[in-house]
Nanobody, 125 residues
């Protein structure tokens, strides 16, 4: 079993930055994908990005315009989501998720087996 815990959410003004963290523990696979998703009230869950654990290769949806960056610290079993130039529409609950390699579509939440409880991000205008 894997446990994921997000932290770092909060209130930030538009244009500001925020760094979310995801701590992983438990029986970790030797290699996997760490993904970040978000869900705003009344909206579907949205893919924010992912990173391969061993190689550290990130990928993001074009819709974010290069404002977000994912990194990881293998020694600490932690993943980070750096969010820059935040906009009010970035307001959502943010989740990290652990997925298996070989999934067809890492932007789909079905590719992920374990999820954190989420951390809330509010961007004021």
């Amino acid at each position: 079993q894997v446990q994921l815990v997000e932290s770092g959410g909060g209130l930030v003004q538009a244009g500001g930055s925020l760094r979310l963290s995801c701590s992983a523990s438990g029986r970790m696979p030797s290699n996997y994908i760490m993904g970040w998703f978000r869900q705003a009230p009344g909206q579907e869950r949205e893919f924010v990005g992912r990173i391969t654990w061993v190689g550290g290769y990130p990928a993001y949806p074009d819709s974010l315009g290069g404002r977000f960056a994912i990194s990881r610290d293998r020694a600490k079993n932690m993943t980070f989501l750096q969010m820059n130039r935040l906009k009010p529409e970035d307001t959502a609950d943010y989740y990290c998720a652990l997925g298996r390699l070989g999934a067809r579509n890492y932007a789909s939440d079905s590719a992920y087996d374990y999820w954190g409880q989420g951390t809330q991000v509010t961007v004021s205008s």
